[in-house]
């Protein structure tokens, strides 16, 4: 009797550390691959940062698949030029960035990473910084005169809307423009950066990212 109790408490000591090693060992390989994909999101703050364009295809080449999804801020419809699937769109939209868009800051250190075996997901916050100072951007006598020839252009190509319509856009967007110059030649607007990584052939890539702002009020955007 003592000896059949004896068993089955070895078993059951046996059964409990088989158990805790296994969660170990799990939680150990959720560990590593966090970091694998913390790397991914590291040369992606790189590209950034170094705005090499020269550089663009083989960064691409190195976190992003072929046939990656990207859906940038301007994306309304898919097949845009800021909603599109294909690597070389991908080199061609970020060489642009790196030109003409603000600094992009990505506060990769506090992503939210989720893992389910060869798949993850990251969300991220950011800020995109624009200034003349940083040479990407416009002082406030520059956007006031780009405004004023956009207008002049649209009010003659653009035969949907009535003259009173097109006369009502020119006060919104004037308003919206001496408002934000108002508090300095200095943008700097939040971004919200989230992305679906796969792992294949011991790498993990990107298959999906989305670029948005988050919006208050009216969308700027009206159907």
Not at 60 to 89: H, R
Not at 101 to 122: C, K, R, S
Request: hydrophobic letters at 35%; proline letters at 2%.
């Amino acid at each position: 009797m003592k000896t059949k109790k004896f068993i089955s408490i070895i078993l059951i000591i046996i059964t409990s550390t088989m158990v805790i090693n296994s969660n170990l060992s799990a939680q150990e390989t959720e560990h590593n691959e966090t970091a694998e994909i913390q790397k991914v999101l590291k040369e992606f703050k790189k590209g950034y940062i170094d705005r090499d364009t020269s550089y663009a295809q083989e960064w691409c080449n190195e976190i992003f698949f072929d046939n990656v999804e990207i859906l940038g801020t301007y994306s309304i419809n898919s097949g845009n030029s800021e909603w599109f699937t294909g690597i070389d769109q991908a080199v061609r939209t970020f060489q642009f960035d790196w030109i003409g868009w603000g600094d992009l800051n990505p506060d990769i250190e506090n992503a939210n990473i989720g893992i389910d075996n060869n798949l993850a997901w990251v969300s991220f916050s950011a800020t995109v910084t624009r200034s003349p100072e940083n040479s990407r951007g416009r002082t406030a006598d520059e956007s006031f005169g780009n405004m004023l020839k956009n207008f002049a252009k649209q009010s003659e190509t653009d035969n949907k809307k009535t003259n009173k319509l097109k006369l009502m856009e020119v006060a919104y967007y004037s308003n919206l423009v001496l408002y934000q110059y108002e508090q300095g030649e200095e943008y700097v607007w939040p971004l919200r950066i989230t992305g679906v990584l796969q792992k294949k052939n011991g790498e993990w890539k990107f298959r999906q990212m989305h670029f948005s702002h988050p919006n208050r009020g009216f969308p700027s955007v009206r159907l």
